[in-house]
């Protein structure tokens, strides 16, 4: 079983579209963020949740908009996209907030925006 | 603010020869360290932490990392490298911002292999 699932794993579209990106964790943990992985491989978090709650809400535009509807799933809305947005997409959890454990990464969701 | 400084964004070893991947943290607090392995179109995964325990810390694969306080890096190694090692390695911190733990990574080292 996948720990933490990500769909899809490639995401096409054009310019102005709306789409949304899926995340799922079977681990039981509380915490689960969402990371930006630019064309030169730079990791930056974005969001992070808690049992439903949202704790990190780093400078991203609002055109992104992350719903967590239970504290195993976390997805990621992104409205009118741009070229910019560009990216792969890592969807993660942790056991908490707090405890430094590790996390957890799905496998990724490329982004193209044409 | 914390941060990681990863130096060379890529390095090439050849099939045999010793891994060495460097990593630099600024650290207001003790900080917990990670390194992290990517493999191609792939997640990130853990390779091992430092969280204030053993200043030598071994993790998978045959990679170990050594804390060193006095030079504020967290270096990793491994003495004999192989083909499936190819990837790219981040090295991370985290702390307390609030009530939550913060990961932040370096820019990342793409290590080659070559036979």
């Known amino acids: 079983d996948t720990a933490v699932s990500q769909t899809p794993k490639y995401l096409v579209t054009q310019m102005g579209n709306d789409k949304s990106i899926k995340c799922e964790q079977n681990l039981g943990h509380d915490t689960m963020y969402w990371y930006k992985q630019d064309s030169k491989k730079f990791l930056k978090i974005m969001f992070s949740y808690n049992n439903k709650e949202l704790i990190i809400n780093e400078t991203v535009p609002n055109r992104f908009s992350p719903k967590s509807p239970d504290k195993a799933h976390l997805n990621l809305h992104i409205n009118s996209l741009e070229l910019g947005d560009s990216a792969v997409y890592f969807c993660?959890?942790?056991?908490?907030?707090?405890?430094?454990?590790?996390?957890?990464f799905g496998p990724g969701t490329r982004l193209t925006v044409t | 603010a914390q941060s990681v400084t990863q130096l060379g964004s890529h390095v090439s070893v050849s099939e045999g020869a010793l891994v060495l991947l460097r990593c630099n943290y600024s650290?207001?607090?003790?900080?917990?360290l990670f390194w992290y392995v990517q493999y191609p179109n792939q997640g990130l995964q853990l390779l091992l932490k430092y969280t204030s325990a053993a200043t030598l810390v071994k993790g998978i694969n045959g990679f170990e990392a050594e804390f060193k306080k006095s030079e504020t890096s967290f270096h990793l190694t491994k003495p004999s490298a192989h083909m499936s090692d190819a990837a790219e390695y981040f090295c991370a911190v985290s702390w307390l911002v609030g009530a939550t733990n913060k990961l932040i990574f370096g820019t990342g080292t793409l290590l080659a292999v070559q036979p």
């Open positions: 650290s207001s607090v003790p900080p917990y």
């Open positions: 993660a959890s942790s056991q908490d907030r707090v405890s430094v454990s590790e996390q957890y």
